[in-house]
C-alpha cells in the first residue's frame, strides 16, 4: 500500500518526496506559515482592485478562460457582480465536455448576461494531441507533477488561444477559475509581458510544431503583432485571494441554474476526458495527477484529509474512459 504524508495526501511515489520520522512530507514542511493568512490574501485582492481600477479594456476588461466547471462558473460570476467589470468568456470545446457542462456553460452566461465565445478546433488535431499525450509528455517534465500529460497539452492549447484573444482585443485581464490547490498565491496576480508571450509561444510552438505543422498555426499570434507592441496583460486568479467554500460555490452556481454532472469523475465537472487521462498519468508516474492540487487544498484548510484521500480513490466511470478510448482510436 502506498505511503501518503500524514498530514496532506501527498504519497511517497510522488517526485522529490520526503518524509519525516512523524510521516509529513517534505512540502508540508517547507509551505510557509502564513500561506493562506488573511493578511496576504487581503494584499493580493488590493493589488488587483487597484490594477483593475487602472486597466479598462475596450469592449471588455477581462476575458475568462470558462470550462463550465464549478469553479470557473464562479469565477464568471465572481469577475461580473463582485469586481463589476466587462466580462467575455471563452470555452474551449475539445470534444469531450460533457453534455452537463454544455448546458451548465448556457446557462449561466445567460443568467449572468455575459459574452461568451464556444471555441471549437478542429477535432482531428485533437484527437491526435490527445492520443500521442496518452503515450508520452510533450512539454516540461516539471508539468507532471500538476496534471496529466494530456490536460498539460489541453491547456497548453487554451493558454495560447486566451493570450492571442486577449492581445488582439486590447483585454487587460485574463481570468483563470483555478483553485488554491492548484497556483499559490504569490501568483494570483501576474504580468504577462509581451517579451513573456514571445517567449511562451516559442517554447510551445517548439513543441508542437514538428508533429503537428499548421495545424497548430491559429493558436499562435504572428510575430508580426508582437513586433513593437508594448500591451501587457495581466493573468489573474481570484479563488486564491479570496475565501474558498465549496458549500458557497455550490450555493451560489446553482442560483444561476448550473447542475452537477452525472458523467465526469471525482476531480473534474466539465470534463470527461479527465478520467481517461488520470488512468494514464497514474499507471505511468505512480500517483495521480490531482495529488498536488488536493493536497494544496488540505494544507490550506479548504478540504479535511478524509475528503482528499476519498477523492484521489473514487475511480473513474469506466464506460466513459471505455468511449474516450474510442473516440480517441485507442480501443
Keep these: ?13 510522488f517526485p522529490g518526496m520526503e518524509f519525516d520520522s512523524p510521516g509529513v512530507c517534505s512540502h508540508c514542511r517547507t509551505s510557509p506559515v502564513n500561506e493562506t493568512g488573511l493578511d496576504q490574501k487581503k494584499r493580493y485582492r488590493e493589488k488587483f482592485e487597484v490594477l ?5 479594456g475596450g469592449d471588455y476588461d477581462v476575458l475568462v478562460a470558462y470550462s463550465g466547471g ?3 462558473t464562479f469565477t464568471l460570476d465572481i469577475f461580473k457582480n463582485r469586481f463589476g467589470m466587462r466580462v467575455l468568456a471563452l470555452t474551449f470545446d475539445h470534444g469531450f465536455l460533457s453534455p452537463y457542462s454544455v448546458k451548465n456553460i448556457n446557462r449561466a452566461v445567460e443568467a449572468l448576461g455575459i459574452d461568451h465565445i464556444m471555441y471549437k478546433p478542429n477535432f482531428h488535431l485533437m484527437k491526435k494531441l490527445f492520443a500521442i499525450s496518452a503515450e508520452e509528455n510533450l ?8 496534471a496529466s500529460s494530456i490536460c498539460s497539452a489541453c491547456m497548453h492549447l487554451v493558454k495560447l488561444l486566451i493570450l492571442k484573444l486577449a492581445f488582439e482585443k486590447r483585454i487587460p485581464f485574463i481570468g483563470y477559475g483555478w483553485s488554491p490547490g492548484q497556483v499559490p498565491i504569490q ?7 509581451t517579451e513573456f ?3 511562451t509561444q516559442n517554447i510551445i510552438f517548439n513543441a508542437l510544431n514538428g508533429r503537428f505543422g499548421d495545424a497548430v498555426s491559429p493558436f499562435f499570434l504572428e510575430s508580426g503583432q508582437l513586433a513593437g507592441t508594448k500591451h ?12 474558498y467554500d465549496e458549500k458557497v460555490i455550490y450555493a451560489r452556481i446553482r442560483e444561476l441554474g448550473w447542475e452537477p454532472p452525472q458523467d465526469t469523475d471525482s476531480n473534474s465537472t466539465n470534463c470527461l476526458l479527465n478520467s481517461f487521462a488520470n488512468e494514464v498519468h497514474q499507471k505511468a508516474y505512480g500517483f495521480h495527477p490531482y495529488a498536488f492540487e488536493i493536497a494544496g487544498l488540505v494544507r490550506r484548510g479548504v478540504l479535511s484529509r478524509e475528503e482528499g484521500i476519498k477523492r484521489l480513490n473514487t475511480p473513474g466511470n469506466t464506460e466513459v474512459i471505455r468511449m474516450v478510448k474510442e473516440r480517441l482510436g485507442l480501443a
Design 1 to 13: 500500500m502506498t505511503r501518503l504524508c500524514s498530514n496532506c495526501v501527498l504519497p511517497e511515489t
Design 52 to 56: 483593475a481600477g487602472r486597466n479598462r
Design 70 to 72: 464549478k469553479d470557473s
Design 139 to 146: 512539454f516540461e517534465k516539471k508539468s507532471l507533477e500538476r
Design 187 to 193: 501568483s494570483s496576480v501576474m504580468k504577462v509581458s
Design 197 to 199: 508571450i514571445k517567449a
Design 232 to 243: 501587457n496583460i495581466y493573468n489573474i486568479f481570484p479563488l486564491a485571494f479570496l475565501d
